[in-house]
């Protein structure tokens, strides 16, 4: 078990979307998040990364074994945990390798090791966007400014690749990619798969999960988790919709 | 009917103001803010010193009983024809507000002993015309609107002129939007000629979640301004603007100052101006955001055409923020008809008259088709196009 | 974010506050024609100088303080400043140069020997009222490239400043112009010969360092025909509970072809929280492309000072003349400053650009204020102009008043501006990379600037970025 989620309350603004969630993902595991619109799919992220909109009533979210909760966006961001936004922010004037190497020494400094100068980084990136089919101009583009979707969704899966985080949570990775973009993302992320690390896959469509290959599918609805299945429930969930999921409790 | 010269105006004996601001506050706010010479900015860009160093006639107050008719009409000051169903009336008026940053705001109010109240009951759409018929005459009058709480009303309001030359013309709102109602006002002016000298000072107030449309259309070769002084409360919305087509020599435009006091205020501000001759256009238009007032959005833009080698405009778009919860963007463009539409069109065999006229009169429309209004839409459509077409564009 | 944290991460301390003790010969305080005869007298200027220092202030005595520009000030007692301050023994080379003044200027980076020639810079310094050593001066004689302070220009090539200085800024334009043509002190001179490209970087530091002085320096630079150079100043205070003044006057003019690029790093002492202490920054900085296809462009970060008062601007006279303006100013803790430029098209086929950022935090007031002017007679002149606000904090204000007159039917101008705070969503972004708030804050700051950094020579780009995380970080931790 590598994150643990119990009994999970949480609120946006006056709003209560998780209504005692529980989760816990598996190491080396992918689980995938399905779950009609607005069932609180990204409220689960956005409370796993600390974001400022959400905030946790009850419940708790550990992961290696402490308490998330109290901890600071960037403490669980060092500590391992990534997520790749569904609509990654333009941040204008921030080079993205500049702030790329600025993550990543972050890291390398919060587990002890040294930090990569310039140069160094600069031959990690350019390989990872060689492999990615991504422009080299990247390098010396402002961060997200003025990407395309695909190019957008891509530069998350560089980061994450880059720094090599324990879980990645993938909210709709799949949005807006065209078949050649899907395959590369998936490819990428497919390539971090080991026996340390675990997924979160959060998507509307079974298309990316045909690439990869979840373990466990997760129905989310009303603000809880109300089913837990192999692969086999996506076909299902794909022509018969999520009406007839009832709460197993 | 005596002599009044309004830069000797502590001097001359005015009707006492029976309004809790007693003539000498009045006074008193006219000299500490002055009279506006050419170096006042809010007058820089128009000649208005000449016109206050005028002697003018200037007539004792004396009302006249007001008749039934379709709108309401206002002639040289006096109400002469009312419709049925508004009150409309003379009042006391102790709401002068001693925040506005005109002086001839307080000038209006020190020459008008009674102001010009319009009540508006229920959901109304009202024609007001101006009409003014006296040559070389200070003719000043206040007018105050009054609307319900969630109803919308709409004023249109219009100008008439005969042998009104070298008269000068201070009239103005004070309109109090009510809370959770919305009003609409359209300006339709052309003047030509010279036929009268104006300036119009607003001071209106938007109440709570009240919604306030003030859309302006300016046309024609002889000079006039305007001045609003616009305040918001708590989630108070205003769209404002103005279009100008002028000609000649004639300057005219906004001077304005929308305030945002009251948290999630809304305000948009347009102003399209399409100059010709040896016009002159004038946007000086501030935007204040006060330390009260998070979650504000505010857009304001000014673009415009010169189309004479002597047109000229003076774009001010001025933001001035107190608060770092809120959205507020403004641009400005001064230019030409785009050459490459010109082009388009004439590729498409239109000539390039018609295809100047094409991109004027398509320029000009996107602030007309804001009046939602389908027949008073119509009625700017023909004053423009009378104005545009008076001008020979070869 | 918490308003308490951003107002550690916004309020830097002031790490250019210390003083230098060394003995000063400073004239007392109080202004009038004996005054401005004694520094007239002390730089042994020629009597007609002194003539035209006395005509202004004439002038000055007729005129009155301005106050149309968006600031709040006590107003200036002009009786308690001490308008000459000067280290006693004046020094004639750098080994004269008092080793204090040179452990100060080291102190601010600014080492005037070896090391600055090494990177090619040839350095002016002005220190109180004199200039206490220009560097390079040989290197550049050999190109007939003047560079020496104003002082010496006066005595040594009268021709020149009697023709130019006064030309573009004349004496009575403003009241602190006016105040600054009486009784300025120092200051640089720089000329640059027909067909010459400079072939270093010129620049000039300035500090104010004596209790209850003024400092009005006065620079002039002229670029003939076909000629190029990158100028540079630099500017710093001690921390002091009282207002200092500074009334400088900046003149430059290009000639057919030629080109100045002015970069300013602003850093004087801006006061503390309360408002208490800090320079007055009253400049008047103005430019005139007087040949045709000149170009001037003005750099200028601005993060220091009480108060700010400054225009650089360019009057575009010969045809095809180009203008520029890049600007970051910074206000935090009580800073008040009003900047911006004007661009004033006469020529033909003119154009000018104008990129301003704001950037608000604590009680900070930014305001921008610039006129765009197009005569008739600019026949297709070209503006554009950026001007956007960075607000952080709940308190701070950002204003944009631009001016935008045009009399050109062929001509175009176009203003954007916007006004925002940095993002919740852009810091929660980059913390979720591992990066901490502060750090993001600097990042995200930093890009908002990029634009006008670029516009900077190398060096001091870095100066600029390292003097903006002084500014922005401060004591956190």
């Known amino acids: 078990m590598i994150l643990d989620i119990k009994n999970l309350h949480a609120k946006i603004g006056d709003k209560e979307i998780l209504k005692g969630l529980n989760l816990s993902l598996e190491k080396g595991k992918v689980h995938a998040i399905m779950g009609p619109n607005g069932?609180?799919?990204?409220?689960?992220?956005?409370?796993?990364?600390?974001?400022?909109?959400?905030?946790?009533?009850?419940?708790?979210?550990?992961?290696?074994?402490?308490?998330?909760?109290?901890?600071?966006?960037?403490?669980?961001?060092?500590?391992?945990?990534?997520?790749?936004?569904?609509?990654?922010?333009?941040?204008?004037?921030?080079?993205?390798a500049y702030f790329l190497r600025t993550a990543l020494n972050a890291k390398r400094i919060h587990d002890g090791k040294e930090e990569l100068n310039a140069a160094q980084f600069l031959r990690l990136m350019r390989e990872h966007l060689t492999a990615l089919g991504m422009k080299p101009d990247m390098v010396s583009r402002s961060l997200n400014e003025g990407f395309s979707g695909g190019e957008k969704k891509r530069n998350e899966i560089l980061q994450m690749l880059i720094l090599e985080p324990d879980v990645i949570i993938l909210d709709e990775i799949d949005s807006g990619l065209d078949i050649d973009a899907l395959k590369a993302v998936s490819e990428g992320i497919n390539q971090m798969k080991d026996e340390k690390r675990s997924f979160l896959v959060i998507t509307h469509y079974s298309r990316i999960l045909d690439y990869l290959k979840p373990d466990y599918i997760h129905v989310l609805k009303d603000g809880k988790i109300l089913k837990t299945a192999g692969v086999d429930l996506v076909e299902k969930l794909e022509s018969e919709g999520y009406d007839w999921i009832k709460d197993e409790l | 009917m005596r002599l009044i010269n309004l830069t000797q105006l502590s001097a001359i004996e005015l009707d006492e103001c029976r309004n809790k601001h007693p003539k000498h506050a009045l006074i008193e706010k006219v000299q500490t803010l002055g009279l506006p010479t050419r170096k006042s900015e809010a007058y820089r860009y128009v000649e208005v010193e000449p016109l206050l160093r005028e002697t003018y006639e200037y007539a004792e107050f004396a009302p006249k009983p007001i008749v039934y008719g379709e709108k309401i009409i206002i002639e040289d000051g006096y109400v002469t024809t009312a419709p049925k169903g508004i009150r409309v009336y003379y009042s006391d008026f102790d709401d002068v507000n001693m925040n506005h940053y005109d002086p001839l705001y307080f000038l209006g109010h020190l020459l008008s002993p009674k102001v010009i109240m319009i009540e508006i009951d229920g959901d109304s759409d009202i024609e007001l015309l101006h009409r003014f018929t006296k040559s070389n005459t200070l003719i000043s009058y206040r007018i105050v609107i009054k609307n319900q709480t969630n109803r919308h009303a709409s004023i249109y309001e219009y100008f008439e002129s005969k042998n009104a030359q070298n008269s000068l013309i201070l009239y103005g709102y004070d309109i109090m939007v009510t809370q959770d109602s919305t009003l609409g006002i359209i300006k339709n002016q052309t003047i030509n000629d010279n036929?009268?000298?104006?300036?119009?000072?607003?001071?209106?107030?938007?109440?709570?979640?009240?919604?306030?449309?003030?859309?302006?259309?300016?046309?024609?070769?002889?000079?006039?301004?305007?001045?609003?002084?616009?305040?918001?409360?708590?989630?108070?919305?205003?769209?404002?603007?103005?279009?100008?087509?002028?000609?000649?020599?004639?300057?005219?435009?906004?001077?304005?100052?929308?305030?945002?006091?009251?948290?999630?205020?809304?305000?948009?501000?347009?102003?399209?101006?399409?100059?010709?001759?040896?016009?002159?256009?004038?946007?000086?238009?501030?935007?204040?955001?006060e330390q009260s007032a998070k979650y504000t959005k505010t857009r304001q833009n000014s673009k415009a055409i010169l189309l004479g080698e002597g047109s000229f405009m003076v774009a001010k778009p001025q933001l001035e923020i107190y608060i770092d919860e809120l959205e507020a963007s403004h641009g400005s463009t001064t230019g030409q008809l785009n050459n490459n539409q010109l082009f388009y069109l004439q590729s498409r065999g239109i000539s390039k008259i018609?295809?100047?006229?094409?991109?004027?009169i398509a320029f000009a429309n996107t602030l007309i088709e804001t009046i939602r209004d389908g027949r008073q839409q119509e009625k700017i459509q023909k004053s423009f196009e009378e104005a545009f077409y008076k001008k020979d564009l070869s | 974010m918490e308003n308490k944290q951003i107002d550690t991460v916004v309020a830097g301390d002031y790490k250019l506050g210390f003083e230098v003790d060394i003995e000063t010969d400073t004239v007392e305080a109080g202004l009038d024609e004996n005054t401005i005869a004694f520094i007239s007298q002390k730089k042994e200027e020629p009597k007609w100088m002194l003539k035209l220092r006395l005509k202004a202030f004439e002038r000055w005595k007729k005129m009155s303080e301005p106050h149309w520009a968006h600031l709040d000030y006590e107003p200036i007692d002009y009786q308690a400043i001490s308008y000459f301050s000067a280290p006693k023994t004046a020094p004639s080379s750098l080994d004269e140069v008092d080793p204090k003044i040179l452990e100060a200027y080291?102190?601010?980076?600014?080492?005037?020997?070896?090391?600055?020639?090494?990177?090619?810079?040839?350095?002016?310094?002005?220190?109180?009222?004199?200039?206490?050593?220009?560097?390079?001066?040989?290197?550049?004689?050999?190109?007939?490239?003047?560079?020496?302070?104003?002082?010496?220009?006066?005595?040594?090539?009268?021709?020149?400043?009697?023709?130019?200085?006064?030309?573009?800024?004349?004496?009575?334009?403003?009241?602190?112009?006016?105040?600054?043509?009486?009784?300025?002190?120092?200051?640089?001179?720089?000329?640059?010969?027909?067909?010459?490209?400079?072939?270093?970087?010129?620049?000039?530091?300035?500090?104010?360092?004596?209790?209850?002085?003024?400092?009005?320096?006065?620079?002039?630079?002229?670029?003939?025909?076909?000629?190029?150079?990158?100028?540079?100043?630099?500017?710093?205070?001690?921390?002091?509970?009282?207002?200092?003044?500074?009334?400088?006057?900046?003149?430059?003019?290009?000639?057919?072809?030629?080109?100045?690029?002015?970069?300013?790093?602003?850093?004087?002492?801006?006061?503390?929280?309360?408002?208490?202490?800090?320079?007055?920054?009253?400049?008047?900085?103005?430019?005139?492309?007087?040949?045709?296809?000149?170009?001037?462009?003005?750099?200028?970060?601005?993060?220091?000072?009480?108060?700010?008062?400054?225009?650089?601007?360019?009057?575009?006279?010969?045809?095809?003349?180009?203008?520029?303006?890049?600007?970051v100013a910074v206000t935090t803790l009580a800073q008040q400053a009003d900047t911006g430029t004007k661009m004033i098209h006469l020529g033909k086929n003119t154009s000018s650009t104008i990129v301003s950022k704001g950037i608000s935090a604590m009680k900070g007031q930014n305001t921008y204020r610039g006129l765009v002017k197009i005569a008739s007679s600019a026949k297709g002149a070209r503006n554009h102009s950026e001007c956007d606000s960075l607000l952080i904090g709940s308190e701070c204000g950002a204003h944009t008043f631009p001016y935008l007159e045009s009399k050109d039917t062929q001509g175009q101008i176009e203003h954007e501006a916007s006004t925002s705070k940095i993002s919740d969503e852009q810091l929660f972004y980059l913390r979720q990379r591992g990066i901490n708030e502060e750090d993001a804050v600097s990042m995200i700051v930093h890009g908002f600037c990029k634009e006008v950094f670029s516009q900077l020579p190398m060096e001091y780009a870095v100066e600029a970025k390292a003097l903006l995380n002084l500014t922005l970080e401060g004591s956190v931790g």
């Open chain 1, 39 to 96: 069932a609180g799919k990204s409220t689960l992220s956005k409370a796993i990364v600390g974001h400022y909109d959400v905030e946790i009533t009850a419940g708790d979210i550990s992961y290696k074994g402490k308490s998330l909760l109290e901890l600071s966006p960037e403490e669980r961001a060092l500590e391992g945990i990534f997520m790749s936004f569904q609509n990654p922010v333009e941040v204008p004037g921030v080079n993205n």
């Open chain 2, 195 to 289: 036929a009268y000298n104006m300036v119009a000072s607003h001071n209106v107030k938007v109440g709570k979640q009240a919604s306030m449309m003030l859309k302006t259309f300016d046309f024609g070769d002889s000079s006039a301004l305007q001045l609003l002084n616009i305040e918001l409360d708590t989630h108070a919305m205003v769209d404002t603007g103005h279009l100008l087509y002028l000609l000649g020599h004639a300057k005219r435009g906004t001077v304005s100052k929308i305030v945002h006091k009251g948290e999630h205020t809304h305000s948009t501000q347009e102003a399209k101006n399409i100059l010709d001759d040896g016009a002159r256009g004038i946007f000086d238009a501030l935007i204040k955001v």
């Open chain 2, 354 to 360: 018609e295809a100047r006229k094409m991109l004027i």
């Open chain 3, 106 to 327: 080291k102190k601010l980076g600014i080492p005037l020997d070896e090391q600055k020639q090494l990177q090619g810079i040839a350095v002016d310094a002005v220190f109180d009222s004199v200039s206490v050593k220009t560097t390079y001066s040989e290197e550049l004689n050999k190109h007939g490239i003047i560079f020496c302070s104003i002082s010496e220009a006066i005595r040594e090539h009268p021709e020149l400043i009697k023709k130019y200085m006064f030309s573009v800024v004349p004496m009575s334009d403003n009241y602190f112009a006016a105040l600054n043509s009486a009784v300025f002190t120092d200051g640089t001179f720089v000329y640059i010969p027909k067909g010459v490209r400079c072939p270093m970087e010129l620049s000039t530091y300035f500090r104010i360092n004596a209790l209850n002085t003024g400092q009005f320096e006065r620079t002039l630079i002229v670029a003939d025909e076909g000629s190029y150079v990158s100028y540079n100043e630099g500017c710093s205070a001690p921390t002091r509970d009282e207002h200092q003044l500074h009334a400088a006057v900046v003149e430059l003019i290009t000639m057919k072809d030629a080109e100045i690029k002015y970069s300013t790093i602003q850093n004087w002492y801006p006061g503390d929280a309360t408002g208490k202490g800090g320079i007055y920054n009253f400049v008047t900085k103005r430019g005139l492309c007087q040949g045709e296809n000149s170009k001037i462009s003005w750099t200028q970060v601005e993060t220091g000072s009480a108060i700010t008062w400054k225009y650089p601007s360019c009057i575009l006279k010969g045809d095809n003349s180009v203008g520029e303006f890049y600007s």
